[in-house]
């Protein structure tokens, strides 16, 4: 038997295990039960957060036999042909391949046409985007009146490509990337139904990699796994990815906060060592710095670890620990220099070079003070120039006669 990925393996069989879209799930869950379910939708956002796995389960709870349900039973012929991809009466449409006017055409002939055997005729166009002007213009006339049969899922990553005339006839629903602690809470259970054992730093990794989409979690998993065993470290881990190790960004952080560039040209030279790509190193000092000025800045210990909930225990741990004599300023400071520096980093012709005088840079900004401090002082420079003047008066200044 071939191997099934685990995006495929994985991919949410009803609205309960869909991650991180809590508000759609809700909103398709109370239409259906109230049966106030639009013509047409438009569910867009980022690549790999669900927008395909949410038509599909909509289509399941659409024509289920049990139905229509927002918990399709998953068992009978209609949607175990809908996960399956081979219901006549669901249409899964590439935008992409099929974006002219002649493909809406024939989809504008077969809407005419009763269902062959389910409740509803489902259309679920894809990358929706990607259909020509005159495609648009040739499905508006049915997607304004469709008959009461035929409903239309589309789905798009860039739905400012749409025409507001589509945009106006459809219900939109705009999916978010996946918060990390849910993402996070995902993947250990997956990890621990496949027999897989990573830390809490490994995950934390692999979370911030995906920018948020479940798919690229789960394709990087694959790859992991694939590279590394069951049972991988943080540093294989990383390696895997392609990624920078936080504990070598950390380091680079101390190292800057304390003033020692011995310390700094040491890790550059092992990190260009290892092939490290020094925009990826600029990119994590950044988040790294960026972690550190909210650790020291939020005082409370829950909202600062709501604050910091991408990383892991051990992982905040550390971040607080560091910050914590710390001056916020002096933080900020750092943040500036090197955020500032990585389109500069990106394009020199010497990224290694760049990145530590950046770095050295940092080690070389001048104490800085706190405000107070800075007013006291002017103050107290202010009283001695009056002093002195008004003495200086006094003494050039002719005496009055007595009368």
């Known amino acids: 038997m ?11 069989q009803s609205f309960d295990t869909m991650t991180g879209q ?3 799930v809700r909103t398709l869950a109370n239409a259906i039960a109230q049966g106030r379910v639009a013509h047409a ?3 867009c956002g980022p690549r790999g957060v669900g927008k395909t796995t949410a038509a599909r389960l909509l289509a399941r709870a659409l024509n289920c036999e ?11 012929l209609a949607c175990r042909e809908i996960v399956a991809g081979t219901s006549l009466d669901v249409a899964e449409i590439d935008g992409a391949s099929n974006n002219g006017v ?3 055409r024939q989809i504008r ?4 046409y009763l269902p062959q055997r389910d409740r509803h005729k489902i259309y679920i166009i894809d990358e929706v985007h990607m259909l020509t002007t005159q495609a648009f213009n040739a499905l508006l006339k049915t997607l304004e009146e469709p008959p009461a049969h035929v409903k239309f899922i589309f789905a798009t990553t860039e739905p400012h490509k749409l ?11 705009n999916f978010r990337r996946i918060p990390a602690g849910s993402m996070a809470k995902r993947l250990t259970e997956i990890l621990r139904e496949e027999g897989a054992q990573f830390s809490d730093r490994a995950i934390s990794l692999v979370v911030r990699q995906s920018e948020g989409g479940m798919r690229d979690a789960l394709s990087m998993l694959d790859m992991v796994l694939s590279a590394c065993g069951k049972a991988p470290t943080d540093e294989e881990v990383a390696e895997a990815l392609g990624a920078i190790d936080r504990g070598a960004a950390l380091n680079l952080c101390a190292a800057l906060i304390h003033r020692d560039a011995a310390a700094v040209l040491t890790q550059v030279e092992a990190l260009h060592c290892r092939g490290v790509d020094f925009k990826r190193l600029i990119e994590e000092l950044t988040l790294q710095l960026r972690h550190l000025l909210v650790a020291r800045s939020v005082g409370d210990p829950a909202a600062r670890r709501e604050a910091l909930s991408e990383l892991a225990d051990s992982e905040r741990e550390s971040i607080e620990a560091l910050a914590r004599d710390v001056d916020p300023a002096q933080i900020a400071r750092l943040f500036d220099i090197v955020h500032g520096a990585t389109w500069e980093i990106s394009r020199a012709a010497q990224p290694r070079l760049a990145t530590e005088v950046t770095l050295l840079k940092c080690v070389h900004l001048a104490p800085s003070q706190p405000m107070s401090a800075m007013i006291a002082r002017v103050e107290e420079i202010a009283r001695r120039l009056g002093g002195a003047e008004g003495a200086a008066a006094a003494q050039t200044r002719p005496l009055r006669p007595f009368h």
């Open 2 to 12: 071939s191997y099934l990925v685990l995006a495929r393996k994985w991919r949410p």
């Open 22 to 24: 809590e508000h759609i």
């Open 41 to 43: 939708y438009l569910f």
């Open 66 to 76: 049990k139905g229509p349900t927002s918990t399709p039973c998953g068992e009978c």
């Open 102 to 104: 002649e493909d809406v």
């Open 109 to 112: 002939e077969r809407v005419t």
């Open 163 to 173: 025409p507001d005339t589509i945009l106006s006839r459809c219900q939109r629903h």
